[in-house]
């Protein structure tokens, strides 16, 4: 017994249950309702899955979260990657293979937080991700016009399945049409109101009602996508057979949209004690999320930044408020499982396309617009990617893309200045672009070194050619390691010293660059270096390096 308890103390979370928790908990099972339900639709699935992932990852990834309120559940951006992923499936063996890609994601997912990959979503350029996540906002638009209208229109892009809506009103379901424009009217209607929390189950709720009390047979329902099952939702396993090369990709792209995104939500919603969040724990609760969700037929989940804030707003103070949602959620489906086929699909469009609108923010387009350059062509680039390939091409553009930007970054946002020694302090001021004879240079550099900045440095040294006897000092206060390419950089600028008789210091250093510089790494470079280690006191190394190089010249700094 005591076994058991001491068990059950390490699993649950360590906060006290408030009741706020379990008010903000009934809250947000509700407004997860129909979010789930888009979620399916949204991936070409049942709506059940995405019940059913809302729910697993409530219960199931909200246990082990470091960022305390953030709910993780199914999200349109996964929901839009995984749908993507899954447009060469036949229909019928859709669900089987969403399960499977579910499992493989949460396993990336998993695996990432063991690699502590948490520190490496910095690199996600925010315009990169702002385009990507603009580019999905404007596909869930497209790409629902064709459900909102009940017309069936099959295009591989979205872009193209609206245009095909458009140029083909003769096929527009009026019924349908209406039970879509009348969900988007409640929704655009309670978005202002005291009943704004309770929205989309509103636009859920009376557009059914409407079209079971009118009779409109042509709309469709939820239960046309498949069968709903009644009952308590048990787990099982997935079906390996559904494997394809295909799928894990769309796995891996799904795994990196969802562990940006529960980064972002991170940041937007911090502990409230100010306790400070983990990122690979953040990754690890959200894989076990997808994992327990794949188990009970559901679909990949992750931080979702719109429900956190409900989770927030409505009250929760612990965990225990996205926990007692996936609790309240789990009750809705035992008890109401049989209502959920009679909703019409075009209600669930129209949810999407209001999520998807508001999730646009206009100024910060415009900010990352105003940037310049480079964050436009980020910008562009990626929307243009996500709008006209399929996700997981463009998940793989948008990581190459902020790649790329930071070797830009760091080739671009580096400056080489020197340091005049005057009454015992450094002065700072242009650096010379040729060195003079018998002429000491003390050079300090601001930004990277690594890779392109090495290269970009090696082009802003001074020029010793012509030069008699030339000292130039080279301060990497605060380095704590150095490139590959900033050795091969230093070996080469050291050898056109040594033809103009000249020398190159480095000061500054700290006691791990010299581990790894040693005598035999640079003997066998044909590198001849002085070095002068970091010391508590700013700058005293370097003044050690001036004094020693005025003594092999033996004469004073012109």
């Excluded at 892009?157 to 988007?184: M, N, Q, R, W």
Aim: hydrophobic share 50%.
């Amino acid at each position: 017994m005591k076994r058991g308890l001491r068990w059950l103390r390490m699993i649950l979370p360590g906060e006290r249950i408030q009741r706020s928790d379990v008010i903000a908990g009934l809250s947000g099972a509700v407004a997860s309702v129909p979010d789930g339900m888009a979620a399916g639709a949204l991936a070409g699935v049942s709506p059940v899955h995405g019940l059913y992932a809302s729910m697993a990852g409530r219960l199931f990834g909200s246990f082990a979260t470091s960022t305390r309120l953030m709910v993780v559940t199914a999200t349109s951006a996964s929901a839009l990657a995984a749908g993507s992923a899954l447009t060469a499936v036949p229909p019928e063996q859709r669900s089987a293979a969403l399960i499977l890609l579910t499992l493989f994601a949460g396993c990336v997912m998993l695996a990432a937080a063991v690699l502590r990959l948490g520190r490496y979503t910095r690199f996600v350029s925010h315009s990169v991700m702002t385009g990507f996540l603009a580019g999905i906002a404007a596909n869930i638009v497209f790409g629902q016009s064709a459900q909102l209208t009940g017309v069936s229109a099959d295009a591989p892009v979205a872009l193209l399945k609206a245009l095909y809506v458009v140029t083909h009103p003769g096929e527009i379901d009026i019924p349908s049409l209406v039970v879509g424009l009348f969900a988007l009217a409640l929704l655009a209607g309670l978005a202002r109101t005291r009943l704004r929390l309770f929205a989309a189950l509103a636009a859920l709720i009376l557009p059914t009602v409407l079209m079971i009390g009118l009779g409109w047979d042509s709309v469709t329902r939820v239960a046309d996508a498949g069968a709903i099952p009644s009952g308590f939702p048990l787990p099982h396993i997935p079906d390996l057979a559904a494997l394809t090369p295909s799928l894990l990709g769309g796995a891996a792209a799904v795994s990196v949209i969802v562990l940006v995104q529960g980064a972002g939500v991170a940041q937007a919603v911090p502990n409230r004690d100010g306790s400070p969040t983990d990122p690979n724990r953040d990754f690890a609760a959200q894989g076990a999320g997808s994992i327990a969700a794949a188990l009970f037929r559901g679909m990949p989940v992750g931080g979702s930044l719109g429900q956190t804030a409900l989770n927030a707003t409505a009250g929760a103070h612990t965990r225990w408020g996205a926990i007692f949602s996936g609790v309240w959620l789990l009750g809705i489906l035992v008890a109401f499982a049989p209502l959920v086929g009679e909703v019409p699909m075009p209600t669930l469009a129209a949810i999407l396309i209001v999520a998807a609108a508001g999730a646009l923010e206009p100024g910060g387009l415009i900010a990352i617009w105003s940037s310049g350059s480079t964050s436009r062509i980020a910008l562009v680039a990626t929307f243009l990617a996500t709008l006209l390939l399929p996700v997981s091409a463009a998940v793989g553009i948008g990581v190459a893309l902020s790649l790329i930007l930071q070797l830009n970054r760091e080739a671009l946002d580096l400056r080489v200045v020197r340091l005049r020694v005057e009454d015992g302090d450094l002065v700072e001021m242009p650096a010379p672009d040729r060195l003079a004879d018998h002429q000491i240079v003390i050079l300090d550099v601001y930004g990277s070194l690594f890779y392109a900045g090495a290269r970009t440095l090696q082009a802003n040294l001074p020029d010793p050619t012509g030069a008699r006897g030339p000292i130039v000092i080279l301060r990497l206060r605060g380095r704590t390691s150095v490139s590959a390419t900033f050795l091969a950089v230093v070996g080469e600028y050291v050898r056109r010293l040594d033809a103009a008789g000249g020398a190159l210091y480095l000061s500054g250093v700290d006691p791990r660059i010299r581990e790894r510089w040693t005598d035999a790494l640079l003997d066998r470079q044909g590198v001849r270096v002085e070095f002068f280690p970091a010391t508590p006191t700013i700058g005293e190394s370097t003044l050690a390096a001036y004094a020693q190089a005025r003594v092999r010249l033996r004469e004073p700094d012109t």
